[in-house]
Every structure is written in C-alpha cells, then in structure tokens.
C-alpha cells in the first residue's frame, strides 16, 4: 500500500485525512480510498495571525496520529500537503504579511516530520471547486471503472454537480454544454482521455460564518447600533451580547463598520421570525444586477443547473438537522422553506430538548437553513424539477467528500490525462481466463470421475 497526507486548512477548523491506494494501481479509479482522519482541536490557522507559532503546534497532535497511521516503514515516502481555503484567503486580502507568517509557521512544522512534505498553499476558490468535483465523481466512479475481466470502461454517466459551502465561501461546479460567458468561471479538463467543460465559481463572504457576521451587521445598521436589537433569526428566549470587534473583523463586512469603538457591546435579542428572518437573508444577496444573458447573484454568470448534484460540508450538516432533529423531509424548495420556518418558530428551550449537544450552533440554524433556501433557490435557480436531484451527503462510501482527495490526485499525477494503456487489463484478463478454465477443468473432471463411481457401483450390483 501507499498512502497520502491532506491538511484541509478550513475557516473554523482544520481536518487531516490519510488516504491509502495499492501501490501497483496508481492508474486505477475508485481505489484511493480514506484511512484514518482527525479533526485539529481549536480553530483554523487564519485565527492565528497574532500569534503564526501556534498555527503549527496546533497541528501537531493530528500529525502524531499520522505517525501511527501510516506505517512507519512507508513514512519517507507518504506525500504531505496542506490547502488553506477561504479563512486564509480572506486574511491575505486583510493582511499579507500575517497571512505569509502563517503559512511560514505550518510549514515549519510540517517540515520537521519524517513524511514527503510538498508544500503548503493557500488554494483559489475555483481550484476548492474543481477539486470538489473531482473528489465526488472520482470516488462515484463517473470518470472510468474496470469491468470485471480487468478492462477499463467508460461508464458513460453524467458527471454530478459539486455543491460546497464552509465557514468563509461556497462554491458550485458542475458539467455543462450551454456556453459559459464569463471565461474566469471555465475550465477545461482532460481525464482518463475524456474532455469536460465544467463551470465553477466560489463566493467569497457567502459562508456560514461570513453569513452570520454579515447578517448580524445589517441587524445593528437597521436599529442604528442601539444597545438592545432584536433578531428575527434567533429563538424567542435566546439572546446573547456581542463586541462589534467580533462582526467588523473581517473584510466581509468592513465596509459596513460603523464609527463607534469596537470593544462596544450590543445585545442580540431572539424574536424568532421566520419571515423577518429571510427578508433580512435576502438582503445579502444581488438578485438585480447582471451584465450577462443570465446570473446567479452579485452580477456572477451560471448557466442552467442540469444533471445530478451532491451538496456537502454545511449544506449536508443543515439538511440533516431537519431531516435527523426537526424530523421534517426536504424533497422540494417547498420543504426547505417550510422547515427553515419551522426552526425559526421553535422556541430556545424546545431546541436545547431536542438537541442538547448542538448548543453552540443551535441559534443559528434558522438563519443558516433560510440562507440554503434562498442560496439554492434564488441564488442557483433550482426549481421543483432540479431540486429533487440534489443529493446532501458527507461521504461517498467510507470517504469524506470535500476537495482534499482531489487535490492529492491531481498533485500526485494519479488522474491520468489520456486513457491508461490496457496493457495491464490484458495481462489480468489471461490470468481471470486461466483460472475460469482451472475452475472449468476441476468441476468437469470431478463431475466425470462422479459419474465414473456411480457406473462402477452399479455394474458391481
């Protein structure tokens, strides 16, 4: 076996996954698969800026996990990486030299184990897409697959749309053939000798943290910053006070920073109203401008949605909420919203019953499960026809679903641009027909010296 090491860098936190393939099967489909994985305890790398240092000694207790993953003998040739997403992107936009000394301080730390460090980077939101949707098509074995006598086959099934949303960014990336205006949102891929025209596009901002920051700061700007404000988003019986330090320290929302000290404290008070609540929601997008035959929001070009989709990350762990604590279906748009209201109306006490566990992000799945609602509906014009194709998943198999396993594919060469020569399928073929032959030849001979005992006896007779 060998084995390949992915840091995903995420906003909120960071996650190791260690994969592992046969070593004589680089070429093949479907047999990377996920051995061991750990969650970083703390927060992402991007919330060390003040202090890089422990950027990396917060790693380290995932990386020691590591040691022991993977056998110690196959250390030196393990490859490591680390992908920083949207929390590093948005700290290089507001501050580079920070962003570098992060960077800096995890390397450091990588460095200093016995596997085959090869860099860590902060990825593009379209490179977090793209890697995305070749993690959920690679693993559903919609590039290629062997047959059962060896051969590859190209299994002629659409590929599946990509739906990730994290704590800084979304992102959607999907197959299609109508044209794609805008060039900075197409790429071209070549795998396993077969051309895509995928779309893709992240939205920086659009996370469920950003969301949150944002939408508590339009909440102060329509109650002009007083002491109280109300939140239509949070459960009546919940109210919590926050430092505007907590909402402008970002540049999702430093735009918008009032003139006032940022060590003031305003108190959020929940009045759960579900319609209140999205029309608040509603006003982070750009529903009107559009310089293109068609958009999304915020002026961004999207052809028509078509095909299958998997939606994972935050998408999975709202919908799964409805389905898992609110007990409630999501077939059709129609589901969602009537849920998302159904949280907003449900009192804090009745929540901490049904979730206890959830506490820490209980408040705020009203106005997450209203903001999937007019994300995928508004914003990405699914309808009561496409809606249905959308599947919420964390996993395909036994594998976390997230751009991780793509990333490592592509940097170790193992998604072939060309078809792999079938050399290899020839040479299983003889061997699956020599044994089909030996297995022939045992069952006829042992069926012929059957049939030889029971003449023999019954001459005897």
């Known amino acids: ?22 070593a004589d ?51 030196m040739a393990t490859p490591l990486y680390l992908g920083a997403t949207a929390g590093m992107r948005l700290l290089n936009i507001a501050d580079p030299q920070a962003s570098d000394a992060v960077l800096r301080a995890v390397a450091g730390t990588l460095k200093t184990y016995p596997f085959d460090f090869r860099g860590a980077k902060i990825l593009s939101g379209e490179e977090e897409g793209v890697f995305g949707w070749v993690t959920a098509n690679y693993l559903l074995e919609n590039f290629i697959k062997r047959g059962w006598l060896g051969e590859w086959i190209q299994p002629h099934r659409k590929t599946l749309g990509a739906m990730d949303f994290g704590g800084a960014s ?9 044209p794609i205006e805008n060039p900075r949102n197409k790429v071209m891929l070549k795998l396993y000798g077969q051309a895509y025209k995928v ?9 469920r943290d950003q969301v949150l920051k944002r939408l508590f700061s339009k909440l102060l700007q329509a109650e002009s910053y007083q002491g109280t404000v109300p939140n ?17 320290d970002s540049p999702c929302t430093e735009k918008e920073r009032p003139n006032l000290v940022l060590n003031t404290t305003i108190t959020l008070v929940g009045t759960g109203n579900g319609n209140l609540c999205a029309l608040h929601v509603s006003k982070l997008f750009n529903f009107t401008t559009c310089s293109f035959s068609r958009c999304s ?22 919908v799964d909420f409805i389905r898992t604590v609110m007990e ?110 030996f297995v022939v030849t045992t069952l006829t001979t042992l069926v012929t010296a059957a049939c030889l005992l029971r003449h023999s006896k019954s001459s005897a007779i």
Not at 25 to 31: A, C, R
Not at 170 to 178: A, H, L, N
Not at 369 to 378: A, D, G, K, N, W
């Open 1 to 22: 076996l060998q084995y390949g090491i992915v840091l995903d860098a995420g906003s909120s936190h960071t996650a190791m996954f260690v994969y592992k393939w046969p």
């Open 25 to 75: 099967k680089e070429n093949n489909t479907g047999v990377v698969s996920e051995h061991g994985m750990c969650d970083v305890e703390g927060p992402g790398i991007s919330s060390y800026s003040s202090n890089p240092p422990a950027a990396g000694t917060s790693l380290e207790p995932c990386l020691n996990q590591a040691l022991r993953d993977v056998p110690k003998e196959k250390h």
């Open 170 to 178: 979304t992102q959607i990336t999907f197959e299609t053939q109508d």
């Open 199 to 207: 779309y893709t596009h992240s939205f920086l901002c659009y996370g």
């Open 232 to 248: 239509p988003c949070w459960p009546m019986g919940y109210n919590k006070s926050l430092s505007l330090s907590s909402i402008y």
């Open 297 to 318: 929001f915020d002026g961004v070009f999207q052809p028509e949605v078509s095909g299958n989709f998997i939606a994972f990350s935050a998408f999975f762990y709202t």
């Open 328 to 437: 409630r279906p999501v077939h059709l748009p129609s589901d969602l919203k009537n849920a998302a209201e159904t949280i907003c109306a449900t009192s804090w006490s009745e929540l901490l019953q049904k979730a206890p566990k959830l506490e820490k992000r209980l408040p705020d799945y009203c106005a997450v499960s209203t903001f999937v609602y007019l994300l995928t509906t508004r914003g990405y014009n699914f309808n009561n026809h496409s809606f249905p194709n959308i599947a919420f998943q964390k996993k395909a198999g036994e594998t976390s679903i997230g751009w991780a396993l793509g990333y490592m594919l592509n940097l170790t060469n193992m998604i072939p641009a060309e078809k792999p020569s079938s050399h290899k399928s020839m040479l299983y073929n003889y061997w699956v027909i020599l044994i089909l032959l």
